[in-house]
T-cell receptor, first 117, second 114 residues
Framework: AQSVAQPEDQVNVAEGNPLTVKCTYSVSGNPYLFWYVQYPNRGLQFLLK??????LVKGSYGFEAEFNKSQTSFHLKKPSALVSDSALYFCAVRGTSRSGGSYIPTFGRGTSLIVHP | NAGVTQTPKFQVLKTGQSMTLQCAQDMNHNSMYWYRQDPGMGLRLIYYSASEGTTDKGEVPNGYNVSRLNKREFSLRLESAAPSQTSVYFC?????????????FGEGSWLTVV
């Protein structure tokens, strides 16, 4: 079965500092990896995804993520945090096999990012 | 740019009552999903429909039924609501369930069962 771990419930960072939100995954075969952001009382918004190719993926709002196959990680990063980045962030993995429904994405529990002024 | 539209946004039910959450997408997507979000639990899949005419159970299907009415619409029904079903419900869709297709979410439905 596929799974996603977001080891930190909360990440605190000062505005202007770089931020990292961690994600590790487990899946059979090659993964498709996604990051979503959720603002209070809103739905999830797509940020970026890794399908294949370049390990560094750039997405919306200045976010990027690095796919590391050997460490089975897909950490979300941003060089300079903004207070408006404060939100809940979800990592998701989708397998490439139809067996057992593994093509259905599995989401992590979410990491609350708090950016302090 | 409506995307995925869910109704109602908020609902309070009494234990034992029934209700249906409606979802429609205008992106001509084949696949649709229903998730619930609970504090500390992340998103858990209730049911999904890989394509029109098919539905399958997800991780937490008990107490729910779904109907894929047509390609656009996918409804979630609570036949006899229980307090444990108090949650935020999200409908989502994607072009297909395969490959790297992005899943797009609705704005959520807040359900309280008292």
């Amino acid at each position: 079965a596929q799974s996603v771990a977001q080891p930190e419930d909360q990440v605190n960072v000062a505005e202007g500092n770089p931020l990292t939100v961690k994600c590790t995954y487990s899946v059979s075969g090659n993964p498709y990896l996604f990051w979503y952001v959720q603002y209070p009382n809103r739905g999830l918004q797509f940020l970026l995804k890794y399908i294949t190719g370049d390990n560094l993926v750039k997405g919306s709002y200045g976010f990027e993520a690095e796919f590391n196959k050997s460490q089975t990680s897909f950490h979300l990063k941003k060089p300079s945090a903004l207070v408006s980045d404060s939100a809940l962030y979800f990592c998701a993995v989708r397998g490439t096999s139809r067996s057992g429904g593994s093509y259905i994405p599995t989401f992590g529990r979410g990491t609350s990012l708090i950016v302090h002024p | 740019n409506a995307g995925v539209t869910q109704t109602p946004k908020f609902q309070v039910l009494k234990t034992g009552q029934s209700m249906t959450l409606q979802c429609a997408q205008d992106m001509n997507h084949n696949s649709m999903y229903w998730y619930r979000q609970d504090p500390g639990m992340g998103l858990r899949l209730i049911y999904y429909s890989a394509s029109e005419g098919t539905t399958d159970k997800g991780e937490v299907p008990n107490g729910y039924n779904v109907s894929r009415l047509n390609k656009r619409e996918f409804s979630l029904r609570l036949e006899s609501a229980a307090p444990s079903q108090t949650s935020v419900y999200f409908c989502a869709s994607s072009e297909t369930p395969y490959s790297g297709n992005t899943i797009y979410f609705g704005e959520g439905s807040w359900l309280t069962v008292v």
